[in-house]
């Protein structure tokens, strides 16, 4: 099929990708919903939680981690929508994205192995308490996802700002998609700079609500792009 401008009735991989931002849409709220009540300003509190329930942590971390690349995807189907006036940022967005959801993959690998050092830690006699801890510090959000974490904000929400300054150039979109888009972008570059210094602890609710907001624009979009892709032909 030649490629040309807009969603194309029967493109399969924008098919794939409106069913992937859905898909995505409900991986990422099934999986984020724990965590969305869960109090992470307090390390210590933290790991106490964490160790009591770490089998639900490591089912979140590959749910969460399972949505952002079922996201990928579907943003994958937006960027072959948009070849004319905003294909730039479309491919643009689409190495940031790929970037990006490395970086989260790796982030939520560092919090399975952060519940598997806790049980470890748990289970450790009492000779060996201290070096099974320092394992736990490593893998904590003091740890490598000390750096990692806003490393991921910063680029994942970098790669949906230029997808929806895209959306916007391209006159395919519902504008307001555009605008969405962009905002959550405006929104989620600045607090992953501010993380950077500060830490992910002081401004996490913030991300969580910027999370929560950006799965339904998923949902949005996906919605927007299987309307058009899926219909059937007259």
């Not at 069913?19 to 390390?43: C, E, H, K, M, Y």
Request: glycine letters at 14%; charged letters at 10%.
């Amino acid at each position: 099929m030649a490629q040309q401008e807009g969603i194309v009735r029967g493109d399969p991989l924008q098919k794939i990708g409106s069913a992937s931002l859905i898909i995505g849409f409900i991986l990422l709220t099934i999986g984020g919903i724990w965590p969305l009540f869960v109090d992470f300003s307090d390390i210590q509190t933290g790991q106490r939680v964490f160790g009591e329930h770490a089998v639900l942590l490591q089912a979140c971390a590959l749910l969460l981690t399972f949505g952002f690349w079922a996201a990928t995807i579907g943003m994958a189907g937006v960027h072959r929508s948009i070849i004319a006036g905003g294909a730039a940022w479309a491919r643009l967005s689409f190495y940031f994205l790929v970037m990006g959801t490395t970086l989260w993959t790796i982030g939520m690998s560092l919090d399975i192995s952060y519940a598997a050092a806790l049980l470890n830690w748990q289970a450790a006699p009492e000779a060996g308490k201290e070096a099974a801890h320092n394992v736990v510090v490593m893998f904590s959000g003091v740890g490598f996802g000390r750096g990692l974490f806003p490393l991921e904000v910063i680029v994942i929400w970098m790669a949906y700002a230029f997808m929806a300054i895209g959306m916007i150039r391209s006159g395919i979109y519902a504008r307001w998609l555009g605008w969405v888009g962009l905002i959550l972008g405006l929104v989620g570059v600045p607090l992953g700079i501010s993380q950077t210094f500060t830490g992910r602890e002081a401004s996490l609710n913030i991300f969580k609500g910027l999370l929560v907001i950006t799965t339904f624009w998923f949902l949005a979009v996906g919605i927007w792009v299987g309307r058009k892709a899926w219909r059937r032909a007259r």
